[in-house]
């Protein structure tokens, strides 16, 4: 059985809650962005690292009527997009 990527923040990531949004400021590019309140939740969810289905169950917990596979989906792409940003990493293991 293979293990699963563990997904962490950016040590280069600053972020702060605004209302019920999260601003994610990449120190290096010097670049920001504001998370909507479900990627509001799954950075949450990222204080501590986590796979991408525990953030998928994270996820199912706070919609209980969103089926688990377009759960998987929000997740898989608010990963690639944060990754692609340099915001979130895998943790070396």
């Not at 990627?39 to 501590?48: A, K």
């Not at 525990?54 to 929000?74: G, I, K, N, V």
Request: charged fraction near 20%; charge should be negative; proline fraction near 4%.
């Amino acid at each position: 059985m293979s293990s699963q990527p563990v997904y962490e923040r950016a040590e280069s990531v600053d972020s702060s809650l605004a209302g019920d949004r999260v601003v994610l400021y990449e120190r290096q590019s010097r670049s920001a962005i504001v998370l909507n309140p479900t990627g509001t939740h799954l950075w949450q969810t990222l204080s501590l690292p986590q796979t991408a289905l525990q953030l998928r169950d994270a996820l199912c917990a706070l919609y209980p009527t969103l089926d688990a596979e377009q759960a998987s989906r929000d997740v898989e792409t608010f990963l690639n997009d944060l990754s692609a940003k340099q915001l979130v990493q895998v943790r070396s293991q």
